[in-house]
Each structure stands twice: as C-alpha cells, then as structure tokens.
C-alpha cells in the first residue's frame, strides 16, 4: 500500500465527526491492506511509531524537500526508513539523521511530506482513532465488533489481532484468551461532578481511594512473576521488590490489577512525577530501590488460581482479592448498598474528603456489581477529584491541523511574574470547541507578533480560564513546573491581563478547587 493512500484517509477521518463514516472508511482502508500491512496502518493512523523515539523534531525537518511528483513511497519503504532512522547514533548521528530524512522526505509527495512531518512531531491527532480503527478492522474482515473488542482487550494489542483477523478471518478470534503472563488491557474510568452524582448513577457501589501512582498489572505463575504497565509495558525487572511480594502471596497463577505507590517518612504519597521516574528507570535498580522503594496496592483481580474471573461482578471479584492480597496491601475502601440512604452518601462523602486529606487524588467510585470491561472506559467505574483553575494568559498559538487546519489551536499559556511579565507554565488543545476555536483565532489574529508558519506569538492581553489536576517539575519551562492535564474552560474576554494569576500564587498551589 502506498503511503499517499494512508496520508488521504487519516485527512480524510480527521475532517469528520461522523463516527460511521470514520469506520467506513477505515474498513475500505483495512479491506485494501494486506495483513502485514494493517499493524502499520493502525500505529500511523494513531499518530504512533513502531519503533518508539527517533530523535527526529522540528530542528530536523525545518529545511524543505522537494517533494516527489508521482506517489511511489508504500508503507514498507517507510517503515524501513524509520527503523533506520531510530538506529543512528553515536558520533556524527546529527548529520546522519538529517540525510535520512531528507532521503524519505525526497521520495514522498507533498500531502505525504505533510503527513510524515505530523507523524514525525507527533502532530497527528485524530480522537479515539484506536477505538474506530477496531471497528473499521471488524467490518473489513467480517466479525462482530464486540467479539474483536474482547479479542484485544485479552491479547492487549489491536494491531496483533488486527493481522490474524484479516488473513484468517473471524476464525482467528478464538486464540485470543486470558492467559496469565500476557498482559491484558486495563479497565478505565469515566469522571463524575461528585461523590453523590456517581452513586446515584452506579446505585450500590464502592468508594476506594484513588491512588496517584503508576498501574501495575501482576502476573504470576509458580515463581515466574511478570510486571506491566497501563501501556502494557514489561517493567518486570525495575521493580524488583513488587516481584518479591508477588511471589510471597499465598495464591498462583494470578493476575492483579493495581498502583505501585511510594509514602514518605510522614506516611504521605510521594509526587507521582518521583515515582514515574523511579519506574521509568533501567540502570543500577538496586540502588534505585534503596533510594525509593515502592509497594503495590491492589483493587481487583483478573484471574485467580488460573481461573478467569473477568465476566464476575466486582463484589464477587474483591472477595476473591481478599483471600489472595492482605488487607494492608488491598486498597482502602468503602460500601454503599443502599444508595438511598443519606447516611450512607454522608459517610462516602467523609471517606473521599478523608482521601484527599491523607495526600491521594480522590476517589472511584464502582459499581458492585459491574465485570471487568479489560480494555474500556466503561461508565460503571467513575472516577472523582478536585481539579484546580486558573487565570491565565495566552502567550502564542500553534496552527492546528485535520479539522483544525486553518484555526489556531495549541495555547501556550502564561502566568504572571512579580515584574509584570509572563512566565509560560505549559500548552493545551483541550475543551476547546469549534465555536471557541473560530472566535479564538480571529482573536488572536488581531493580537499577532508574528508568525512563522507553525506558531502565532501574540500580545499577552487574551486570558482563559485553564482546568488542572495538579502541577508537576518540567524543565522545560522557566517556573520549573508545568500543569498536568491541562484544558480550556471557557475564554475571559472581560478580564484584562494584569489580574491573571501569578507564577508565586501557581506556585503556592493557590488557584481555585472544585470536584471534577
């Protein structure tokens, strides 16, 4: 398949909000690809490369190729240069790395010039395109979606299932099993206003701490113990001492679903940045350990004594947990059986203040009797926490693309400093609609500096209230910290910039609080 064909579709996909039309074109897409073929599809269509970071940015691809006449490039001939790329290194890689991709971008027309660039800044942003590319793979081969659904929620890969489903065909569904030591997909959380919000959504339900650590899914059979990450990544050997714990369990061949989490010396959570960076790590591990140990918490499990337990409801499932992890290694936990009992809301309320007061995010709340939908954002799990706002101002505005081409889109964001500049504290594209995108770009083309093709730099006089869950370190920014998950609330035209909130207030953890 020729990458000008993938780089029409992902335009295509991007310019409509019509999910049908997005899975039909995907399944015209798939049914034209071979089986091989289809791996590449789903990771370049998800703005993602296979082999991961290849130290290709901007500063590499600012010089322009003429591009080539005729479309020639197919997937393969891409990923082959991309591999090559991911394997520069050492002395002269700068100008190695430049060659190459000159060489690629040589060999490509424009509109796959264009794609390749937003593939290689990881520009490409098409919205649950994992989601639809599942459902377009189903009607190419034939199979029901909800069957391919559970097929990649137990092998943990689209892709993988994806290949065997398009040269086997629906056939191919029935390998994909649970199987203890190979990772299966997490189950995820959709997000409630408030505590008494989601149990009058869940009815009888649980409230249990939220835990901000990293996820950790626990395999073990006999003394064979394997670790993986949210994105189902192998962390077996960083964490040593949660392989030690999972071997003194009294149960076998199981699978847990957790947070790996470290307290400080006054038994507080310590900053999931800490904890990332010890996980991210993969050199002297043991000294790693000494310097910050971590410990599992567990709130649910998949399999038990090799049995599935999956389709169980989560009561069923958290009396299974009990017998196999210790209470003080089980997530800390509250019942509400009888939602229409005020009591009951009142006491779910204290024990999510009580979380919030002993350092953790908030709260999930799960219904009792809900399965384990491995690999889904169900809307039987609910999560609740304070998010933060603040006041801040825009600083420049990168141009969007798909179907924000034409509009400005990515904000850069500042706050204010003790000598009446901006101090940037990070970007955002989120919850901004379409008529808040048009009315921001025509704002900002009355604000313009100038523009050099990608970014708008603008007076500092637009201010936007920005929703956050916390602020974490960056260097990347002159403050030294940036916001997590950050997102546009709502423009304040009738606030003029010199009121916007200040780096020290920022700093201070002084913005406003409301539970999101």
């Known amino acids: 398949m020729l990458l000008a064909r993938l780089a029409e579709v992902s335009q295509q996909v991007a310019a409509t909000s019509a999910r049908s039309s997005k899975i039909a074109t995907l399944a015209a897409l798939f049914s034209a690809a071979s089986p091989e073929e289809a791996p590449l599809v789903i990771a370049y269509l998800a703005g993602r490369l296979p082999q991961g970071r290849i130290g290709v940015g901007w500063s590499t691809l600012k010089e322009p190729v003429p591009p080539a006449t005729e479309a020639a490039l197919t997937l393969f001939d891409t990923d082959a240069a991309l591999t090559a790329l991911s394997q520069v290194a050492g002395a002269g890689s700068q100008s190695e790395r430049q060659r190459l991709v000159r060489e690629l971008m040589a060999a490509a027309t424009a509109s796959e ?10 520009e490409v942003r098409q919205g649950a395109l994992d989601a639809v590319a599942l459902e377009g793979v189903a009607q190419a081969a034939a199979a029901p979606a909800a069957d391919v659904r559970r097929a990649v929620m137990l092998e943990g890969s689209l892709p993988r299932v994806a290949r065997a489903l398009l040269a086997e065909g629906p056939a191919a569904l029935e390998r994909f099993r ?17 505590v008494p919000e989601a149990i009058a959504a869940l009815g009888a339900c649980v409230v249990e701490e939220k835990l901000d650590g990293i996820r950790v899914q626990v395999h073990r059979s006999g003394d064979e113990v394997r670790l993986y990450t949210r994105s189902l990544d192998d962390i077996t050997d960083r964490l040593p001492e949660v392989c030690d714990v999972a071997r003194a369990l009294a149960g076998d061949r199981f699978i847990l679903d957790g947070e790996v989490i470290a307290l400080d010396d006054a038994g507080r959570p310590v900053a999931f940045q800490d904890i990332a960076s010890r996980v991210g790590s993969r050199t002297d591990v043991v000294a790693a350990a000494t310097a910050l140990p971590v410990s599992p918490v567990f709130f649910d499990v998949l399999a038990a004594g090799g049995a599935v337990l999956l389709d169980m409801p989560g009561q069923e499932r958290h009396a299974a947990l009990a017998q196999l992890v210790p209470e003080p290694m089980r997530v800390r936990r509250t019942v509400v059986e009888d939602p229409g009992d005020p009591a009951q809301t009142a006491a779910a309320e204290a024990f999510f203040a009580d979380t919030l007061g002993r350092g953790h995010e908030g709260v999930m709340v799960k219904a009792l009797d809900a399965p384990y939908s491995a690999g889904r954002r169900g809307r039987s799990w609910l999560k609740v926490k304070p998010v933060h ?13 798909g179907r924000r081409t034409g509009l400005l889109s990515n904000l850069h964001l ?19 609609t379409d008529v808040m995108l048009r009315w921001q770009t025509e704002r900002l083309r009355e604000l313009a500096l100038d523009d050099d093709g990608f970014t708008v730099r603008v007076r500092p006089e637009l201010v936007v209230e920005i929703a956050y869950d916390g602020l974490q370190r960056s260097s990347r920014y002159p403050a030294g910290v940036t916001l997590r998950f950050a997102r ?29």
Do not use: I
Not at 181 to 194: E, N, R, Y
Not at 414 to 432: E, I, N, P, S, Y
């Open 113 to 122: 010039q264009q794609f390749l660039v937003r593939l290689l800044t990881g």
């Open 178 to 194: 649970l199987r203890v030591g190979s990772p299966v997909q997490p189950m995820l959380a959709h997000t409630a206003k408030s």
């Open 389 to 401: 706002t603040l006041d801040l101002v825009v600083l420049a505005a990168e141009w969007g693309h």
């Open 414 to 432: 500042g706050a204010r400093a003790t000598d009446g500049t901006f101090v940037m504290l990070g970007k955002t594209f989120k919850g901004l």
């Open 488 to 516: 546009v609330v709502r423009h304040r035209p009738d606030k003029p910039a010199a009121e916007t909130d200040t780096v020290d207030r920022v700093l201070a953890g002084g913005a406003q609080s409301t539970v999101v």
